[in-house]
């Protein structure tokens, strides 16, 4: 089982950046995949970013492309995510998620972090 805590979100204005932080534990971080999540109100949950758990980064969704980016910190067992040029639709809860057995199926959930984008 891996643990995953989200931070960095907050309520921002349209155009702005924020960077969102998933701290991980619980097993080495170099052997799983992990993911970005989000969901809007009334909307179905959205993966937006995965990195493999060599690095390398497999998906952007084509809403984020060009905008956001994933990325890992070894040394902190903590992945990034680098949201530019926000937009008031990429307002939604934001979650990471540990793909441990490394199927593309996301087992392990952080609680998530609100991000507000005001137009």
């Known amino acids: 089982q891996v643990q995953l805590v989200e931070s960095g979100g907050g309520l921002v204005q349209a155009g702005d950046s924020l960077r969102l932080s998933c701290s991980t534990s619980g097993r080495s971080f170099s052997t799983f995949t992990v993911g970005w999540f989000r969901q809007a109100p009334g909307k179905e949950r959205e993966k937006i970013a995965v990195s493999l758990w060599s690095g390398r980064t497999t998906y952007y969704a084509s809403t984020v492309k060009g905008r956001f980016t994933i990325s890992r910190d070894y040394t902190k067992d903590t992945v990034y995510l680098q949201m530019n040029s926000l937009k008031p639709e990429d307002t939604a809860v934001y979650y990471c998620?540990?793909?441990?057995?490394?199927?593309?199926?996301?087992?392990?959930w952080g609680q998530g972090t609100q991000v507000t984008v005001s137009s």
């Open positions: 998620a540990a793909d441990i057995r490394r199927n593309g199926e996301f087992d392990s």
